[in-house]
């Protein structure tokens, strides 16, 4: 498995942008496609975005195309989710996901995964 600690969330306003970032450590990181997900309260745990393990591949929710981009920095075991024009509606807990190397877009899937980290979008 890898060791997941995700970082950045925070409290903006509609339109406003954030950068979350998963440092990552234990099995390969370079050969692990990473996700994030996000669970809003009393709603089911739903992909944001993932990135394959060369970053050959990206994947994108309908929901978060055109304003969320996936990175990885395979250098620096870290992957990262730059979040611009955000809505109230994305508020939710974020976690980063790890799985061996290709995509996936079901939970499931993956079999490392953080602590999570709170944003929060107000109107």
């Known amino acids: 498995q890898v060791q997941l600690v995700e970082s950045g969330g925070g409290l903006v306003q509609a339109g406003d942008s954030l950068r979350l970032s998963c440092a990552a450590s234990?099995?390969?990181?370079?050969?692990?496609?990473m996700a994030w997900f996000r669970q809003a309260p009393g709603k089911e745990r739903d992909i944001v975005a993932a990135i394959s393990w060369n970053a050959d591949n990206t994947y994108y929710a309908d929901s978060t195309k055109g304003r969320f981009t996936v990175s990885r920095d395979n250098a620096k075991n870290t992957v990262y989710l730059q979040m611009n024009s955000l809505k109230p509606e994305d508020t939710a807990v974020y976690y980063c996901?790890?799985?061996?190397?290709?995509?996936?877009?079901?939970?499931?899937?993956?079999?490392?995964w953080g602590q999570g980290t709170q944003v929060t979008v107000s109107s």
């Open positions: 996901a790890a799985r061996n190397f290709n995509i996936a877009t079901i939970d499931q899937a993956y079999d490392s």
């Open positions: 234990g099995r390969t990181f370079s050969m692990s496609a």
